[in-house]
């Protein structure tokens, strides 16, 4: 099964909108991390938001929340006021455990075009 | 600058030769990773250290892979006998702290002819 799946292969949204990048993801470990970093196209990957399997509000980092539903295991990403800038890759990430370590997992990605 | 860094940016190596890659993490952070990336996929998680021990290496994509990080700063990412299809941007990143939330360097682009 995959560790991080994200379904929107591409997204438009109109400059000013809010738009939601969905992320689900699998695990048993009750200990785990969820990310989001956006990837432009000049290739740097930018971290944005962060959020612990144990955290009991949703993350907010500016114009960026997390929505996260444990019980789905869902933990998308909602930009608010899109601005032209925000056009890039998104990727969603996890970490958890195994008896071997710590292991990180990326989804494929969702590419935001956002639209003047 | 304090941000992660990798050198070289870009490698062009024939079939069967060895190359290596450096990166440096942001000064205070104590765990590095390496991670490859191919072109429309997400990065593919392939080993950390915390300090000088590599802490998880069963993901390292072959025996052609190997890390270092001797003295618990830089590291260093070697791949023997390279293949085409090690035609990739090798990422480093580095974390500290709550979450293990990682900075991301720039990247090193192979190309493999």
């Known amino acids: 099964a995959q560790k991080i799946t994200q379904t929107q292969p591409g997204m438009f949204v109109q400059e000013k909108e809010a738009v939601t990048l969905d992320c689900t993801y699998d695990?048993?470990?009750?200990?785990?991390?969820l990310f989001w970093y956006k990837q432009p196209s000049s290739g740097e990957m930018i971290f944005l938001i962060y959020?612990?399997?144990?955290?009991?509000q949703n993350a907010t980092e500016g114009r960026y929340s997390l929505n996260f539903q444990k019980a789905r295991k869902s933990a998308n990403l909602v930009i608010s006021a899109s601005q032209l800038g925000d056009s890039a890759m998104y990727f969603c990430?996890?970490?958890?455990?195994?008896?071997?370590?710590?292991?990180?997992?990326f989804g494929t990605g969702t590419s935001l075009t956002v639209i003047p | 600058d304090t941000g992660v860094s990798q050198d070289p940016r870009h490698k062009i190596t024939k079939r069967g030769q060895n190359v290596t890659f450096r990166c440096d993490p942001i000064?205070?952070?104590?765990?590095l990773y390496w991670y490859r990336q191919t072109l429309g996929q997400g990065p593919e998680f392939l080993t950390y250290?915390?300090?000088?021990?590599?802490?998880?290496k069963s993901r390292l994509l072959s025996d052609r892979f190997s890390a270092e990080r001797p003295k618990g700063s830089f590291s260093t990412l070697e791949i023997q006998r390279t293949e085409q299809g090690d035609s990739a941007m090798y990422l480093c990143a580095s974390s500290f702290g709550r979450g293990d939330t990682q900075y991301f360097g720039p990247g090193t682009r192979l190309t493999v002819l």
């Open positions: 990430a996890m970490r958890d455990h195994t008896n071997t370590g710590n292991q990180f997992y």
């Open positions: 959020q612990g399997s144990y955290d009991q």
């Open positions: 695990t048993s470990d009750p200990s785990y991390g």
């Open positions: 250290f915390q300090n000088e021990a590599q802490l998880e």
């Open positions: 000064s205070e952070h104590n765990r």
